[in-house]
């Protein structure tokens, strides 16, 4: 069974992320996104959906297709590396605001960013994750209107699953120019629903993105706070890093009881992330159709302690880039010294890895007669022709044994 025909074959084959677009599509009268044992998002068919609604949610569900920066956004002045794609600068930067920098997962540099499009008008909200207030375990979508919306919503880093675009119909309909913060998954349906519908490019003005290492599933966290014999309904506070550069693991009960963990001793070793198996497949965890991507700038992809925070900014595109120069300017962001591949390289040893291992891995979901991520100009295929033939029959037959655990 090779091809996607129900949403089922979506879930069941591991490439559901749960973004939350396909209910956004159709309503909550048709799917809801709810967590399932295993502790993911997924949709659930409340009704039958038409022939027409599921063909929507295929041209634009990131477990069916994902696919590079629009080639109308690549002009003269686009860099371009093999790994990373395309690109106009890559530099440290961080948010000017202390509290944010501190606050924020690493330098704060999309939360800079965001504050700086409400304040100067360009957009009158943003379309973010944040910690739900009844269950800060968990995340919801959410509109932030100003700095205080924005920065009391707990956006920094969600290292549990999210859907964020369960709204971004509704954010559409509001006819108001908003700016969108979320995964590369997530940034890839937007962009991917933006050739069908001319309200995303008409309203949606700004696409920003982290460089993304996957996410724990729910059942990650709730063992974290069983280790303390904290249930979820004792919680006022849970954060996944932040306060500090990486930040702990940080929970506070509501009667006052406070646990933490070191970065390193808890999200140090991504094996141990539980992450869902369409991470271990992602043909773009690097943000490539996002206007600007942020990332962690650690040598050796891990932090050594605690530093003030600094983030590495990717823009992709002429737009990106205008934008970070404009909040430079504004004195929202300070840029730092410029950045080559090389270091991004070794600040992301396991992204260049997943890069390079991706499409075998897809051959081995092929071999096993399962379906697969669609890809276009991300240079997978290209990568994998490059690779040592051992490098990439050990990815194909690890997926493969990964297959009976999705």
Same mark, same amino acid.
Request: charged share 30%; with cysteine.
């Given at each position: 069974m090779s091809e996607i025909n129900s949403l089922s074959d979506i879930t069941s &084959?591991? *490439?559901? =992320?749960?973004?939350? =677009?396909?209910?956004?599509?159709?309503?909550?009268? &048709?799917?809801?996104?709810?967590?399932?044992?295993?502790? !993911?998002?997924?949709? /659930?068919?409340?009704?039958? *959906?038409? $022939?027409?609604?599921?063909?929507?949610?295929?041209?634009?569900?990131?477990?069916? +297709?994902?696919?590079? *920066?629009?080639?109308?956004?690549?002009? /003269? $002045?686009?860099?371009? $590396?093999?790994i990373w794609g395309y690109y106009h600068s890559l530099f440290y930067s961080w948010s000017t605001d202390t509290k944010i920098r501190f606050q924020s997962s690493t330098g704060g540099l999309l939360n800079g960013l965001s504050l700086y499009l409400l304040e100067s008008n360009i957009v009158d909200f943003i379309l973010h994750t944040g910690t739900d207030p009844l269950k800060p375990m968990r995340s919801i979508s959410k509109y932030s209107y100003d700095k205080n919306e924005l920065l009391s919503s707990g956006s920094c880093s969600r290292y549990g699953p999210t859907s964020p675009?369960? !709204?971004?119909?509704? %954010?559409? &309909? *509001?006819?108001?120019?908003? %700016?969108?913060?979320?995964?590369?998954? $997530?940034?890839?349906? +937007?962009? /991917?629903?933006?050739?069908?519908?001319?309200?995303?490019?008409k309203f949606c003005k700004y696409l920003l993105t982290l460089v993304c290492g996957g996410f724990g599933e729910f059942t990650k966290s709730q063992e974290f706070i069983e280790s303390f014999n904290v249930k979820e309904k004792e919680l006022e506070i849970f954060r996944y890093r932040g306060n500090g550069n990486p930040g702990k693991m940080y929970i506070k009960t509501d009667s006052g009881k406070e646990y933490d963990k070191d970065y390193n001793s808890f999200w140090g070793e991504e094996s141990t992330w539980r992450v869902p198996f369409r991470c271990k497949i992602c043909p773009d965890a690097i943000g490539e159709s996002a206007d600007i991507a942020a990332l962690d700038t650690w040598p050796g992809g891990s932090p050594k302690g605690e530093d003030e925070g600094f983030n590495a900014a990717i823009a992709r595109t002429q737009k990106g880039l205008e934008l970070l120069n404009s909040a430079v300017d504004s004195g929202y962001i300070k840029k730092g010294d410029n950045l080559s591949i090389d270091e991004i390289n070794d600040f992301q040893p396991h992204q260049v890895k997943k890069k390079k291992a991706v499409f075998a891995r897809h051959c081995g979901m092929k071999k096993n007669d399962l379906p697969t991520i669609k890809t276009r100009g991300l240079r997978i295929k290209k990568l994998y022709d490059m690779n040592d033939k051992k490098f990439n029959i050990n990815e194909e037959e690890g997926i493969i044994k990964r297959v009976d655990k999705i």
């Open positions: &084959n591991g *490439l559901c =992320i749960g973004c939350g =677009i396909c209910e956004s599509i159709v309503g909550k009268e &048709n799917i809801k996104i709810s967590m399932t044992e295993k502790g !993911r998002l997924e949709p /659930q068919e409340i009704s039958p *959906l038409s $022939d027409e609604n599921f063909d929507k949610i295929k041209k634009v569900c990131p477990g069916v +297709i994902v696919e590079g *920066l629009p080639k109308n956004e690549i002009n /003269q $002045d686009s860099k371009f $590396d093999l675009l369960d !709204r971004f119909h509704e %954010a559409l &309909n *509001l006819n108001q120019p908003f %700016a969108f913060v979320g995964k590369p998954c $997530d940034i890839s349906a +937007i962009r /991917q629903l933006s050739k069908i519908d001319e309200k995303v490019n």
